[in-house]
């Protein structure tokens, strides 16, 4: 059984910063790249950046770019997200997922961890 497991979350202000960390535990747990995903009050989920561990390249959607970084511990199998010059559009349920293989879809979800910021 895969886990992935969210912290860091909280309330800010903005312009202010939060770390993200995902830990991703389990025999069988093998995975080509971890994504970050967000979901706002009465909106879908959206992308926000992703990351291959072997390679380390990152992806990043626009709205985030300069302001998000994600990064990975291959060692701990743990990937971060620091946020930096928070704006209250970011307010949001923020997820890590784990994608097993190049070709599948993102197959393991954390819990989530709330991320509030105020302005």
């Known amino acids: 059984q895969v886990q992935l497991v969210e912290s860091g979350g909280g309330l800010v202000q903005a312009g202010g910063s939060l770390r993200l960390s995902c830990a991703a535990s389990?025999?069988?747990?093998?995975?080509?790249?971890m994504g970050w995903f967000r979901q706002a009050p009465g909106k879908g989920r959206e992308f926000v950046t992703a990351i291959t561990w072997s390679s380390g390249n990152t992806y990043y959607a626009d709205s985030v770019k300069g302001r998000f970084t994600m990064s990975r511990d291959n060692a701990k199998n743990t990937v971060y997200l620091q946020m930096n010059s928070l704006k209250p559009e970011d307010t949001a349920v923020y997820y890590c997922?784990?994608?097993?293989?190049?070709?599948?879809?993102?197959?393991?979800w954390g819990q989530g961890t709330q991320v509030t910021v105020s302005s």
């Open positions: 389990g025999r069988t747990f093998r995975s080509y790249r």
């Open positions: 997922a784990s994608q097993t293989t190049f070709t599948s879809s993102y197959d393991y």
